[in-house]
C-alpha cells in the first residue's frame, strides 16, 4: 500500500507562490495516476487537479487553471503543485492522491482514488 506525504504548504499572502510535493513510498510510482484535492472546513473535498502514470496528460480545475501546475518525477516518486498568483479563496488543507491504475485521461471524482496523504495547509493572506 502506498504511503503519500506532503509538503510545501504554509503561509503566503495574496499573489504569492507556493510549490507543494507528495512524496510517495511506492517504488511503482509510476503505475498510479495522482491527484491534488482540497478541502476547506465544513465544506466537500474538492478536485484540484490530476495527472496521468506517465504524466502525459493533465487535468485542472477552473478555478486554479492558467495558476496552478501539476507535474510529476517518476524517478523521484513525486508529485508537485506549483501555485502561482495565489489569493484568499485558495486557502485550504491540500491533499495528495493516489490511484493504483494507468489511465490515458485524468479522473476528477474524489472516489477514484484509493490513497491519500494527510495533508497540508496553505493559507493565503490578503
Known amino acids: 500500500q502506498v504511503q503519500l506525504v506532503e509538503s510545501g504548504g504554509g503561509l503566503v499572502q495574496a499573489g504569492g507562490s507556493l510549490r507543494l510535493s507528495c512524496a510517495a513510498s511506492?517504488?511503482?510510482?509510476?503505475?498510479?495516476?495522482m491527484g491534488w484535492f482540497r478541502q476547506v472546513q465544513g465544506k466537500e473535498r474538492e478536485f484540484v487537479a490530476g495527472?496521468?502514470?506517465?504524466?502525459?496528460?493533465?487535468k485542472h480545475a477552473d478555478s486554479v487553471k492558467g495558476r496552478f501546475t501539476i507535474s510529476r518525477d517518476n524517478a523521484k516518486n513525486t508529485v508537485y503543485l506549483q501555485m502561482i498568483s495565489l489569493k484568499p479563496e485558495d486557502t485550504a488543507v491540500y491533499y495528495c492522491a493516489g490511484a493504483r491504475r494507468r489511465s490515458t485521461v485524468v479522473t476528477s471524482t474524489r472516489n477514484a482514488y484509493e490513497y491519500w496523504g494527510q495533508g497540508t495547509q496553505v493559507t493565503v493572506s490578503s
Open positions: 495527472i496521468t502514470w506517465s504524466g502525459r496528460t493533465t
Open positions: 511506492e517504488r511503482t510510482f509510476s503505475s498510479y495516476d
